[in-house]
């Protein structure tokens, strides 16, 4: 390890902390005290840090503006759907902020996720904004343990017993988003109501949502489709038995590129939507362009990204540990054509 990646290191554990002891510094990075305090007084030196008995803090002239000269490494499952407004918004932020933002794309890969976050790490990102492929469980525990700068999770819920239970975290309340769709279904009539979806970390928002307002409502309990992008003709065979058998009027179906296929299938089928069955699309990425057009649950994908890197600078900025935060932002529903009262 070079000297100015030895500092570069101490600095950043500095400035997650908010301060250090010496002998801790000097254990993490491997190194014996006296070369650990040798470069303490190099950095201190040069305004970069401030001794006190026994470790080192910030100095207090450089957590204010500690967001000028950033560099936030971003980490995202894909930059083609929902997260580009994700990305927008953290890349707004962060330039108002005088950072700069870098992207990592997985494509859905657990191992590339690990890949990306360390290049991120070694092309002097000093914290993270963090989307894993799937939601974190035993499998992160290590890898996210082991990150060597700040972290905020994105997108991805901080459970509390999770391994990233510790970290900031905001995301979309996808359980609120579904309880939208239901209560609009419900006020326009609807008692029978079904969730189509295809299996993603948003998922077991959407179902526990729908379920709670199902209940709170007094509606009959949802059906349940999963989709399988290979099996199209089952997909639409069964839909139509809920809508023509099981008295299904409502349907909630994530994502919206799934509701587009569904919607020509079952169009092409003489289904009337709105007529026959109403429909919610869950993400509003391109509901408003089928025909008709889709009624949405609307996720707040920019400021997500926005509130994600107030949160990361916060932390890099801060001079004692902050109290951690978790951040759930509130969807919307977009009404359009696809969604009327139930025909009688």
């Known amino acids: 390890m070079s000297v100015e990646q030895r500092h570069r290191l101490i600095l950043r554990q500095v400035r997650d902390r908010g301060s250090a002891r010496v002998a801790d510094l000097a254990e993490a990075l491997g190194v014996s005290a006296v070369t650990l ?14 001794r006190v008995h026994g470790g080192v803090t910030l100095p207090a002239e450089a957590l204010a503006p500690r967001a000028g000269g950033l560099t936030i490494g971003m980490l995202v499952p894909t930059a083609h759907y929902y997260y580009p407004a994700v990305i927008k918004g953290a890349q707004e932020q962060a330039a108002r902020a005088g950072a700069r933002l870098v992207l990592g794309i997985s494509r859905y890969e657990d191992a590339e996720d690990r ?17 894993p492929s799937r939601q974190p469980d035993g499998s992160h525990v290590e890898w996210l343990a082991g990150l060597s700068v700040p972290a905020v999770l994105v997108e991805r819920r901080a459970e509390p017993a999770g391994p990233a ?6 995301a979309s309340d996808h359980a609120h988003g579904a309880y939208l769709a239901v209560r609009h279904l419900a006020e326009l009539g609807h008692r029978g109501l079904a969730l189509v979806a295809f299996p993603s970390p948003t998922t077991p928002g959407i179902r526990a949502g729908l379920l709670a307002g199902a209940s ?11 989709i399988d992008r290979d099996r199209t003709d089952e997909l639409v065979a069964g839909v139509l038995r809920l809508v023509r058998e099981r008295g299904v009027t409502g349907l ?32 509003d990425e391109v509901a408003a362009f089928c025909s008709p057009s889709l009624t949405a ?34 969807p919307e529903l977009r009404r359009r054509e696809s969604s009327a009262s139930p025909s009688l």
């Open 252 to 283: 909630i179906v994530h994502n919206d590129e799934d509701a587009l296929t569904l919607v020509r299938h079952l169009v092409a089928a003489g289904v009337d939507i709105p007529g026959e069955v109403s429909l919610v699309a869950y993400d």
């Open 297 to 330: 649950v609307a996720p707040p994908k920019e400021e997500v990204g926005r509130c994600a890197v107030d949160l990361l600078i916060a932390r890099l900025s801060a001079g004692a540990a902050p109290v951690g935060r978790h951040v759930a932002l509130l």
């Open 37 to 50: 305090r040798r470069d303490v007084e190099h950095l201190a030196a040069q305004g970069l840090l401030t």
């Open 115 to 131: 890949a990306q976050v360390r290049q991120l790490v070694k092309g002097g990102a000093d914290g993270l904004l963090l989307t």
């Open 216 to 226: 709170a409502l007094g509606l009959d309990t949802p059906a349940e489709i999963v």
């Open 165 to 170: 239970a510790t970290l900031d975290a905001v």
